[in-house]
């Protein structure tokens, strides 16, 4: 191999790095550090919520056990855990997974011994791919399950089709008329589609009018995002029916993409423009 060759393909790999590194310091370490961040809101007193650090998280508290709503990453998981175990004391703890993601499941190694539930269109080779061993559910929902939880009811549905990923699980507390909607429902953040996880952007369609249907909901604690009323599926909708505006006629996709611009995004991966492109590939296959 020449020396020119050499010396070219060294200047490629340097580019290549300094752009990585440039787009990690602008765009990635910031959206990262920001989702570190956790908010905790006690909703009741038997409920009490905790947004960011990975996913929203829920915990709700009753006479005979207490139950946990994704299970967030890094040290927000282990946070979490200190106040699930405090808040049980000798109750058992039950585990949901919205889905497989490891900013919703990092932290199930917390939870060893106990009930963990996760969506059944999964398998245990594909979890373990996506996450360590101590993560594993022991309980795979294929349709519903409905727990009683002193006075509340919850419903965990396993969505019949593939939206943000092939398995999401989605958590209605029927009394509190809320809504948990992991990844498959956003407030004001563009989502992660990638083929590898199944991701259908029509599948997100049908699970916003499955839900709206199948529950009455005043509440929506989405998968990242602040907590809302039903706009927040109706604002997610609207920009998935945009995004498909988009493709059918290119000449909207500058004004639509602009709309979104202030959703919370990493360029290329997680953004208005990759979601886009995502739905114009899957069209065409």
């Known amino acids: 191999m020449g020396k020119k060759i ?5 200047v490629v790999v340097l580019l290549i790095v300094a752009a990585g590194a440039g787009f990690y310091g602008v765009y990635l370490r910031p959206f990262m550090e920001k989702m570190k961040h956790t908010t905790t809101v006690q909703y009741d007193k038997n409920l009490t919520l905790v947004i960011g650090g990975g996913g929203n998280s829920g915990i ?5 056990a207490v139950l946990v ?4 990453m890094d040290a927000a998981a282990e946070e979490l855990s200190k106040t699930v175990k405090s808040l049980a004391g000798n109750k058992p703890i039950i585990v949901v997974n919205t889905h497989v993601h490891t900013d919703h499941t990092s932290g199930n190694k917390y939870y060893r011994g106990q009930t963990i539930i996760d969506g059944g269109n999964y398998d245990n080779e594909f979890w373990a791919k996506e996450n360590k061993g101590d993560t594993m559910p022991n309980v795979w929902v294929k349709d519903s399950l409905v727990l009683n939880m002193g006075d509340e009811t919850v419903t965990i549905l396993n969505l019949p089709f593939a939206a943000h990923t092939q398995s999401d699980v989605v958590v209605y507390l029927h009394n509190r008329k809320m809504l948990f909607g992991g990844d498959v429902i956003l407030n004001k953040q563009a989502p992660a589609l990638f083929a590898t996880y199944k991701a259908d952007a029509d599948g997100y369609l049908k699970a916003f009018d499955l839900v709206e249907k199948r529950f009455d909901i005043n509440k929506v604690v989405p998968g990242h995002g602040e907590v809302g009323g039903i706009e927040v599926i109706d604002n997610f909708r609207t920009y998935f029916k945009d995004i498909e505006a988009a493709v059918a006629d290119p000449s909207k996709e500058k004004e639509i993409l602009n709309k979104y611009k202030d959703y919370r995004q990493v360029p290329f991966f997680m953004s208005p423009g990759a979601t886009l492109r995502y739905v114009r590939n899957s069209a065409v296959k």
Do not use: P
């Not at 050499?6 to 060294?10: F, S, V």
């Not at 709700?60 to 005979?64: A, E, G, R, T």
């Open 60 to 64: 709700l508290v009753s006479d005979s």
């Open 6 to 10: 050499l010396i070219g393909i060294g």
């Open 69 to 72: 709503i994704d299970t967030k």
